[in-house]
């Protein structure tokens, strides 16, 4: 049978293993025709079949074949590498910034690498003969070679990893993908590097359309324009927490307190300020009302407004008042002229809502305020318990239940009345819990009352609760940086809260496109007085 073999012998009549060895040479011979160089690696491709073929389970399959690839890989794009350096055309001189003339040229060569191994860049070095003045490298500009030593694909990757998990996860997850061991210090100076240019980005990021909602009669009008803050700490380095913080857990520690006392914190932890800003769209259908909310059936999923275009902003260093004035930023970016209805959703945290006040003030905007509704149903809960049997939760929860329905039908001050009623008529023990729980909720209600406007906020489809950015606070905070055993520096927490903020915005690849261009001209385009084209520079056609 033409091209059977039979004994151990080609079809030609000759051993298998001399037929083998004939083909490999013509594999590589062809190889070398389309580029010199490239025949042994179009061997390696034959090899590792033969190799794959050979095994028997998919696992050794699989692993031969992505160890084999990357090595390929690795190996092309050395190739590629070298050609383009062959190519690269020398310069008669290149003026920097500073106005140095380097007119001497030089080999020279660096090591980037990649995600696929590290790879070696040759290039010219154009010198001064003044001594102190950096060499020139036209050639890293062309390449965009970044300083740190590491390529983007490999700096994205790496900032992916260690967001989703600790740096020694994301050590790991690297070494596994690529086959290259990077160092946890290395990892941070990664993420570091990734965020350096977050606040600019925000700044400049592009505005998302306002969605338009239809009426009942047709007319259109933009959707709310939401917005919200909150805090959660962070367990800090002894050096990064703040003065007052440092202090306190000083004084314990000279103290030799082992034992946290009732009400008291470990003083090891900062607080992040987290802010969001959304667009939100009106459930479907009839505007929700009180019984809606309270009394839905159990298992019937709630109606609720929709966010869109989230955008989030998060700080360590920030104080609230920074980060609502970022988040009052934003809002303006999306509503200049001032045309929109702005919701501020607070927690009833005095200094939020004061905060919120005082920057729609300066905006000339008026703004409503409204307390998350989940934090009353908490007070009315803790109330609600001094006026019923201990133990009956049903008839706790009927009691919440309808001072609920009177609250976000309008009726707050009624519900302070009959909370003071029920206690004038059966008074809770003097210095008691039932007591001191009695008498925070109505001072809560009463001091809140402003931001209790629940029947307006239902009728125009508004949202009534702090869900975003309570969800936020546990995502973009408390699963990265809450690991247990992290201690997080200032710089190294800010960075990783802003691109997670970053990417919980949906802004991850638009962030890292800008960002690479930046470091373009920031680490060599504006280290030249009138770069040469690379298309010049490299001898390539235009």
Known sequence: ????????????????????????????????????????????????????????????????????SRKIGLGALQLAMDA???AEMPLPGLTGADGERRGCREKSATTVVTMLGRVRVRRIAYRSRKKGVADLHWRDAVLNLPPCGHSWQLQRFAEMACRAG?????????????????????????VARAAAGAEEFARDRPVPDAPVITGPGGEERPAVLGMSADAKGVSMRPDALRAETARKAAKRDRKGDKRLGSGEKQAK?????????????PPDGEPRTPQDIMLRPAGQPPRTPQALNKWYTCGITATCAEVIAQVMAEAGRRDPELQRDWLALVDGNAHQIECFQNEAAERGKAITVLIDFIHVIEYLRKAALAFTPPGDTRATEDQV????????????????????????????????????????TTHYLQAKEPFLG???ALAKGWPIATGIIEGA????????LGITGARWSLAGAQAMLWMRAIAASSDLPAYWNWHIAREHHRNHLSKLQNPPTPQHALGLAA
């Open 166 to 190: 600790s740096f020694q996860d994301g050590h790991e997850i690297v070494l596994a993908a690529t086959g290259v061991s990077t160092g946890k210090r290395q990892l941070e100076e990664i």
């Open 454 to 456: 629940y029947p307006a």
């Open 1 to 68: 049978m033409e091209g059977y073999a039979v004994d151990g012998l080609a079809a030609s009549g000759e051993p298998a293993g001399l037929a083998a060895d004939r083909g490999l040479a013509e594999l590589e011979a062809a190889g070398n025709a389309v580029a010199p160089g490239l025949g042994p690696l179009v061997v390696r491709v034959a090899v590792m079949y033969e190799g794959a073929a050979g095994a028997v389970l998919l696992d050794d399959m699989e692993r031969l074949a992505v160890e084999e």
């Open 269 to 281: 932890k900062r607080m992040a300020e987290t802010g969001a800003v959304f667009d939100s769209l």
């Open 473 to 480: 606070c546990r995502h973009i905070i408390g699963d990265r």
């Open 401 to 440: 239940t309808a001072w609920g329905l009177d609250i976000l039908a309008g009726n707050s001050r009624g519900v302070i009345a009959g909370i003071t009623a029920r206690a004038a008529a059966d008074p809770p023990r003097p210095g008691g819990e039932h007591a001191k729980n009695i008498r925070k």
């Open 84 to 86: 383009q350096a062959d």
